[in-house]
C-alpha cells in the first residue's frame, strides 16, 4: 500500500478513483494541510510500504510531518506541488533522484490513469514487485467535457463554462454539471471546457471560445504575460489580458468557494479573505463580471475534499450569463443600462464613494464611451440631457442625483418622497411575489413576512423578506432603497434602507420613533430605517427599526 499525502485535493481524488478502477491499485490518501501532525500521521503510516509527499511551498510549509514521515524508515518521494519539479523538496527523497523526477511527471500530468500507473511505477522499481507499468501519459491541456451538448442543434445563447483540467481528470465534476443544467434551464446551451490556465490559452482553445455569447469562468484570473505590478504607478502592461478581451463577449466570475457552504453561511463576511482575492478581486482586474457563488468545498466520506454545487445559486448564476448572452444580439441603441453608483453610508456625501477613486469623473467618462459605442443617452444638451455629461463635470452628476431624492433620511423632504420615479402597485408587487422560486417564496410566508399591501421604491426589484420583527401592513407606507443589486456573498447580508412614513389623523406622538415630520393635516409621520439581511434562499430578512405603534384610527391607503 501507497501514502499519497498531497496538498493538491484533485491528487488524492485521482487516486481515489485510480483505486475504485481497480488493477492492483491501494492507495491510502490525506492532505498534510488538514491533518494535525502528532495525532492523524501515525496511524496513517501504520501498515503502508511506501509513502508520496507532494506540498507547495518549501519543506518548512510542513517541516514536523516530513521529519515524522522520514524517521519513520519507509522509502519516501518527497515532491513539489507546481507543475515544474522543485529541486529542494525532491532532495528530501530516500529513493533515487531519476525514481522522484519520474513519479513527479505522473503527478504533473495527472489524472486517475496516471495515478493508476505512479502506483505500479513505484511498487515495481522500489518494492520490487512485478506489477508492469506504462510511462506518464500526457494529456491534453484543454477540451470539451464529454457531457457537453451538440452545438449544432443548439438554440438559444451559447454559455462556455470554464473549469480547470485538475478538476476534469479527478472527476470532480458535478458542479461543472449543475451549472449547465441551469444554462438549458434558463433557455442557453452550456459549452463545458476544462483547461490548465487562461495565462497562455491556446489559439485553438480561443477559437473554440469564439462560439460563445458569454463566458463563465471559474479558472482564476489570467493575469498578464510578465510580472504582475498592476498597483498603483505600476506596469499596466503586466496585467495583459488582450486575447480574452479580443474575444468581446462578456466573462463572468462564477464563485467556487475555498470553504464549505456551512461556514459560508455562518460567516458575516461570506467570503474568506483568499476567496475575496482570488474570486473577485483580481479578476476585475481581468474586466470580469463578478457574480456569486454556486459551489462550495465539502468534505466527503472518505476525507476528501470535493466541489458541491449550490443548485439555487447556481440558477442565478445562469441567469446572469444567459441574459448576458442574449444581450449581446440586442442592437445597442434599444438596450438599456443602469449606472448603479453606491451610496454607503445613507449619506448625500458618501455617493459614489471609492477610497482613492474619482467616481464622478468615472462615471462621466463611462457614459462619454457609451455615448460614442452608440448607445441611446437623450439629448445632448437641454432639461432632459443626462446632468454634466456635456461638460464633462461630475459635480453635476451628483448634484442632479442628490436632488432627485438620494438615501439620506436626514435631507429627504416630503416633495422628494412624492416625487419618487418607481412606484410599485400591490398588484405588481403580488404579481413579482409570483415568480419567486417556490422555496423563497415558502421561506418568506413560512416566517410570517407579509407582503405589503403597495410599495413606493427607488429600486427596481422588490425582495421579499424571510424573517422580520416588523413588517409593513396595510397602514404603513414604504420605500426600499437597495444599497447593491446583488452581494458577493448573495445569499448574504445585503444592507437595504427602508424609510417608513405611516399617515395616521391622530395628534398624538408616536413613542420611540426616530424623526417627526407634520404633514398638511398636522399628523405625525415617524421616520425610521430597516436593516435587511439576505438570506440563505437568496431573500432578505428585516430587522426593522420602526417603532411599535397602535394601529391609526384612521389608516392612510397611501403607499409612498
Not at 516530513?66 to 532532495?91: F, I, N
Not at 458575516?268 to 473577485?280: E, F, I, K, W, Y
Not at 405625525?524 to 426593522?544: D, I, K, M, W, Y
Request: with cysteine; charged share 20%.
Amino acid at each position: 500500500m501507497i501514502l499519497l499525502l498531497s496538498t493538491s485535493d484533485t491528487d488524492l481524488l485521482s487516486a481515489r478513483a485510480s483505486q475504485e478502477a481497480g488493477d492492483g491499485v491501494s492507495y491510502r490518501w490525506a492532505n498534510p494541510s488538514r491533518l494535525l501532525v502528532s495525532e492523524d500521521l501515525p496511524p496513517l503510516l501504520d501498515g503502508v510500504d511506501l509513502v508520496i509527499v507532494r506540498i507547495l511551498g518549501s519543506r518548512r510549509s510542513w517541516e514536523d510531518g516530513l521529519d515524522m514521515v522520514l524517521a519513520s524508515g519507509l522509502p519516501v518521494v518527497v515532491l513539489g506541488g507546481e507543475h515544474a519539479p522543485d529541486a529542494d523538496l525532491m532532495e528530501c527523497s530516500t529513493v533515487s533522484a531519476g525514481v522522484a523526477a519520474e513519479a513527479h511527471n505522473y503527478l504533473a500530468e495527472g489524472g486517475a490513469q496516471n495515478l493508476a500507473q505512479l502506483h505500479h511505477f513505484l511498487s515495481d522499481t522500489v518494492l520490487l514487485t512485478g506489477h508492469g507499468f506504462e510511462p506518464p501519459a500526457h494529456l491534453p491541456s484543454w477540451g470539451i467535457a464529454d457531457f457537453a451538448p451538440d452545438l449544432d442543434s443548439a438554440s438559444g445563447p451559447v454559455i462556455a463554462v470554464l473549469y480547470y483540467r485538475a478538476q476534469h481528470l479527478a472527476g470532480n465534476t458535478r458542479y461543472i454539471q449543475a451549472l449547465c443544467d441551469a444554462v438549458a434551464e434558463a433557455g442557453g446551451t452550456a459549452l463545458p471546457i476544462y483547461c490548465a490556465s487562461l495565462r497562455t490559452a491556446e489559439a485553438e482553445l480561443l477559437s473554440t471560445l469564439r462560439r460563445a455569447d458569454a463566458m463563465v469562468v471559474t479558472v482564476l484570473a489570467a493575469g498578464g504575460t510578465k510580472p504582475a505590478t498592476a498597483s498603483a504607478g505600476g506596469d499596466d502592461e503586466a496585467w495583459d489580458v488582450a486575447a480574452l478581451a479580443a474575444l468581446d463577449v462578456p466573462i463572468l466570475q462564477g464563485l467556487c468557494l475555498t470553504s464549505s457552504r456551512a461556514t459560508w453561511d455562518e460567516n458575516d463576511d461570506g467570503l474568506s479573505p483568499l476567496d475575496v482575492a482570488t474570486q473577485v478581486a483580481v479578476p476585475e482586474f481581468d474586466g470580469r463580471i463578478i457574480t456569486v457563488p454556486f459551489s462550495f468545498k465539502e468534505i466527503d466520506s472518505d476525507g476528501l475534499s470535493t466541489y458541491v454545487p449550490d443548485v439555487e445559486r447556481a440558477a442565478r448564476v445562469a441567469g446572469i450569463a444567459v441574459r448576458h448572452g442574449k444581450l449581446r444580439h440586442i442592437p445597442t441603441t434599444e438596450r438599456r443600462v443602469a449606472l448603479m453608483l453606491s451610496a454607503y453610508p445613507t449619506k448625500h456625501a458618501r455617493i459614489g464613494n471609492a477610497v482613492g477613486l474619482d467616481t464622478p469623473a468615472s462615471a462621466i467618462d463611462l457614459l462619454t464611451e457609451m455615448r460614442s459605442a452608440g448607445y441611446d443617452l437623450g439629448p445632448v444638451d437641454g432639461p432632459d440631457a443626462v446632468p454634466g455629461l456635456a461638460a464633462k463635470d461630475g459635480d453635476a452628476l451628483i448634484h442632479a442625483l442628490i436632488a432627485a431624492g438620494g438615501q439620506d433620511p436626514d435631507w429627504l423632504t416630503a416633495e422628494q418622497l412624492e416625487g419618487n420615479p418607481i412606484r410599485i402597485s400591490a398588484a405588481k408587487y403580488r404579481e413579482w411575489f409570483a415568480t419567486l422560486p417556490r422555496n423563497c417564496a415558502a421561506a418568506s410566508k413560512s416566517t410570517g413576512a407579509q407582503r405589503p399591501e403597495s410599495c413606493t421604491s427607488t429600486a427596481r426589484r422588490i425582495r421579499t423578506a424571510k424573517s422580520s420583527s416588523r413588517h409593513c401592513d396595510s397602514t404603513t407606507s414604504c420605500s426600499w432603497s437597495s444599497r447593491r443589486g446583488d452581494s458577493v456573498k448573495s445569499p448574504s447580508r445585503s444592507t437595504t434602507t427602508r424609510i417608513c412614513r405611516r399617515a395616521t389623523t391622530t395628534s398624538r406622538p408616536t413613542a420611540g420613533s426616530l424623526q417627526h415630520r407634520t404633514t398638511a393635516d398636522s399628523a405625525p409621520t415617524p421616520l425610521c430605517t430597516s436593516v435587511s439581511t439576505e438570506t440563505s434562499n437568496g431573500c432578505p430578512a428585516r430587522r426593522s427599526a420602526c417603532p411599535a405603534t397602535a394601529a391609526p384610527t384612521q389608516p392612510s391607503a397611501t403607499c409612498r
